[in-house]
């Protein structure tokens, strides 16, 4: 689908009301292959590639990211796919932040969104500290490069809970590449889509999406606040991007749903995590 600045790939499987899933990091749409397939059963199942990432090119390769312009393309898709109906969304890390805007600007097109571990890091107590990691993140990519760099956020999302503002991550090693050999054709394709995704992930998503600060009044209202069910995993208790999720829960008086796993649990546990994403919509 052309979209102001894109070209978005999209993919749609089932029958029934519509189920959009916005994906985080830079999983794109196949980050959902572990759970579309059950869930199409009861939904028409629609998840795509953002603007920048995978298989969505952008036009100008260096154009500036936000979080608004990304709901807007959510919106896009949800207009062409159910225009006469309001949809159920679930969107997951950089994924929920995008699926917040939306919820606040047309609260009326969705039925209900889960967000899963949306790190908006600014509605934290300590948020100047984790606006420091993300500067110790910047600093890294622009001196050491993409490795390094990703070995200080990783390590910051891990440790940084109860204040500490993630400098637990200096020094330590940066992530290994998942490795290629033996895999399918497209699970090796994927993994390449990945590892080839993460500069503009960490240069461009990071810095806008952590930026952002979702409007709590809005949240609050009526009409939105009924419509927000917010999530994070078992296991990720504490750290950075379970935490904006339990503090917005405790916040506005809600139950948080627990996913399996932590934050990267709809891959660990592709079939817990879609049992219960399932039963958290209204049929």
């Known amino acids: 689908m052309r979209v102001p600045g894109a070209a978005l790939h999209y993919e749609v499987r089932g029958r029934g009301p519509l189920l959009l899933l916005i994906p985080g990091g830079t999983g794109g749409a196949a980050a959902f292959d572990g759970i579309v397939d059950a869930l199409a059963a009861e939904y ?32 896009r898709l949800l207009d062409l796919l159910s225009p006469a109906e309001p949809a159920r969304v679930f969107g997951s890390s950089s994924g929920a932040i995008t699926a917040l805007h939306l919820l606040t600007a047309r609260p009326e097109r969705l039925v209900r969104l889960v967000a899963h571990e949306p790190p908006v890091v600014e ?18 990519l622009d001196a050491e490069g993409l490795m390094p760099a990703m070995g200080v956020f990783a390590a910051g999302l891990k440790g940084a809970e109860d204040g500490d503002d993630g400098s637990a991550g200096r020094g330590d090693r940066a992530p290994e590449p998942p490795a290629r050999a033996g895999l399918p054709p497209a699970a090796a394709a994927r993994v390449e889509r990945t590892m080839g995704d993460l500069p503009y992930f960490l240069g461009r998503i990071v810095p806008s999406f952590m930026a952002y600060s979702p409007d709590l009044r809005r949240l609050e209202t009526e009409a939105v606040a009924g419509r927000l069910l917010l999530a994070g995993g078992r296991d990720s208790v504490g750290e950075l991007p379970h935490r904006p999720a339990a503090f917005l829960a405790e916040r506005f008086g809600r139950e948080l749903l627990h996913f399996p796993g932590g934050h990267t649990g709809l891959s660990t546990h592709p079939a817990e995590f879609g049992g219960v994403l399932g039963q958290a919509f209204p049929y």
């Open 44 to 75: 028409t199942v629609a998840s795509y590639d953002p603007r920048g990432l995978s298989r969505s090119p952008l036009d100008d390769p260096e154009s500036e990211q936000s979080v608004a312009e990304h709901a807007e393309d959510a919106l």
């Open 123 to 140: 509605v934290l107590p300590d948020a100047p500290a984790h606006r420091a990691f993300l500067a110790r993140v910047r600093d890294t």
